[in-house]
Every structure is written in C-alpha cells, then in structure tokens.
C-alpha cells in the first residue's frame, strides 16, 4: 500500500484579504520559515492580484503559491474569470477550489468544483478541493452522509496524492473560533479516506493528503494535526499573521 505523505500540508487561504503591504509578512513567513525549519510543507493562497509578487518573494523559498478559485476552461468569454492556466502562469502551483464560501456566495455545485478540478490539473495545478457539512447538517447527524457525497460528486479515475488534496471544513466551524472534536475530525477524515479508496484504490488513496481547516489556530493546531487521517490544515484567518502561520506549521 502507498505510502501517506510524510510531511503535513499547511495552507494558508487569505480569502479577500491583503494587499502589497502584505509582502512584508510574506518576506517574515520566508526568514521565519527558511531559519525555523518546519517540518511541514508550507502554501500561501492569497487574492489573484497578489499571486505573481508573492511568488516572486518566495522564489527559491520551500513555500509555494496558489490561487483561491479558477475557472474550469482555460480560455474564453468568462468576464471577470481567471483560469488555472493564468495562475499557473503567474506563479500558483495549487489551486483551491469549492470553498464553501464559493459554494455559498456564488452557487458553486458538486459537479462545477469537479470540472474545476478537472481545469487545475489540466494546467498542472494541485486541486485543493473543500468539502464539510453545515451546522444544521451536523445537528441532524447528516455530517457523513453529506461529506460522503460531496468527495464521491468529486472523484475520478485521475484522482491521486500528485494532483489533488481534499480539505474537510465544516462550514460551521469556519472563522468561527469553534472546531469539532478530534474524534469527529478522525471520524470524517476516515469516511473521506474510504470513499477515496472505493474510487480508486486504497494504494492511491493512502496518498492524496487530506487537510482540516475551520478556526485551526496555534493553541488546537498540535491535537487537530495528531488526528488519525489528518495530512495537514486549510487555514484562514491565523495565516494573515505570519507568526501564527509558523506555530501551527511547527505545530505539526
Ligand atoms: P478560518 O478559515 O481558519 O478563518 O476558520 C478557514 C477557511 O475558510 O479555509
């Protein structure tokens, strides 16, 4: 059986935030990263307009660039669309998609974040597909069958550990300070595991790195990461702050 990623994945999603005085906290991540040595893989997901300058300040850094969105085709009359080939042109080498606030605000379904998917790696991007219930879902105990069938509405045959990672965030628990228990992490990043496994094997499945994001913060990050299943983190608010971005990394 394949082997899981040794290394955790610590991605920092900026959403609608930052601007070119954020290069001063990316400049702080390099030094504190390239001195401190984590032991983690280290991305930065900040706003499109920002993707080339931060990738520029973290050349030959180990700290890769992505973009938050893409659109599915590479080209056309998509006003206002960027596609995974202009971010991959800019500097990302991962693409985030289905976020739920994508989901939320802009009606984004299943089988949409699949054909995004399908665009970041057609462009050479690893896919960081999100998943995760809603409070409600949660209350009514629907939280696996609702995560169950989002991952299964978004695998194929090209799924594997290279091209994509999926981020479990319940949506309950994004900026929000609250987080799940770790048995209920483990619990949904198990079911997440297995559905891999029936889509494309367990050999290839033990690989695609499967990230918890919803309020991971320095002081919870060490026991979210401890979790069984758990290959990394999809942070938002603690990755604007580069100190706290490098604690949850050497957290892991
Ligand atoms: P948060 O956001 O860390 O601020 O809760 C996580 C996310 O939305 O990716």
């Known amino acids: 059986m394949a082997a899981r990623n040794p290394r955790k994945l610590i991605a920092g999603n900026w959403k609608m935030n930052g601007s070119r005085n954020s290069l001063a906290m990316v400049e702080a991540l390099r030094a ?3 001195a401190g040595g984590v032991g983690a893989d280290l991305l930065v997901c900040p706003p499109a307009t920002l993707i080339a300058p931060v990738a520029q300040a973290l050349a030959g850094s180990a700290i890769a660039v992505g973009g ?3 659109h599915a085709l590479a080209s056309g009359a998509y006003t206002g669309d960027l596609s995974a080939e202009m971010l991959a042109e800019a500097g990302a080498t991962h693409v985030i998609v289905g976020h739920s606030e994508r989901r939320e605000h802009h009606g984004e379904t299943d089988a949409m974040v699949r054909d995004k998917m399908r665009g970041a790696w057609r462009a050479g ?9 809603t409070k409600a879902q949660r209350e009514a105990g629907e939280a696996l069958a609702v995560v169950g069938a989002q991952v299964k509405a978004l695998l194929e045959s090209d799924v594997g550990g290279a091209n994509t990672a999926i981020a479990y965030e319940p949506v309950w628990a994004i900026g929000t300070g609250l987080t799940p228990t770790v048995a209920d992490v483990a619990e949904v990043h198990r079911l997440i595991r297995a559905t891999i496994a029936q889509a494309v094997g367990p050999e290839t499945a033990a690989g695609v790195r499967l ?13 979210l990461m401890a979790a069984d299943d758990v290959d990394g983190a999809l942070v938002g608010g603690a990755s604007l702050v580069a100190d706290d971005f490098l604690a949850i990394a050497r957290a892991c």
């Open 32 to 34: 504190g990263a390239g």
């Open 68 to 70: 938050q969105d893409c």
């Open 125 to 133: 991007l690893v896919a960081i597909a999100c998943v995760g219930e």
């Open 211 to 223: 990230l918890y994001g919803g309020s991971v913060k320095p002081g919870n990050a060490a026991e």
